[in-house]
């Protein structure tokens, strides 16, 4: 008879440290994120449609 104990455990075990592995992925990007300097926004109007940049 299979140990079921065993392979529950075991697959407990690989799901916490999958979720644990997806979590510090996450806060390095969050990391990574909050530590670049902030993007220039540039407002651009519209008239009938047309960007009045160059293209």
Same mark, same amino acid.
Request: glycine share 2%.
């Given at each position: /008879?299979?140990?079921?104990?065993? /392979? !529950? ?10 979720? +644990?592995?997806?979590?510090?992925? *996450? *806060?390095?990007?969050?990391?990574? !994120? ?12 519209? *008239?009938?449609? *047309?960007? +009045?940049?160059?293209?």
């Amino acid at each position: /008879m299979p140990d079921y104990k065993k /392979m !529950y455990l075991t697959l407990f075990r690989a799901t916490e440290q999958a979720i +644990n592995t997806l979590i510090q992925a *996450q *806060q390095e990007c969050e990391e990574l !994120y909050i530590s670049e300097p902030e993007t220039e926004l540039k407002i651009i109007s519209l *008239q009938n449609g *047309q960007s +009045n940049e160059e293209p």
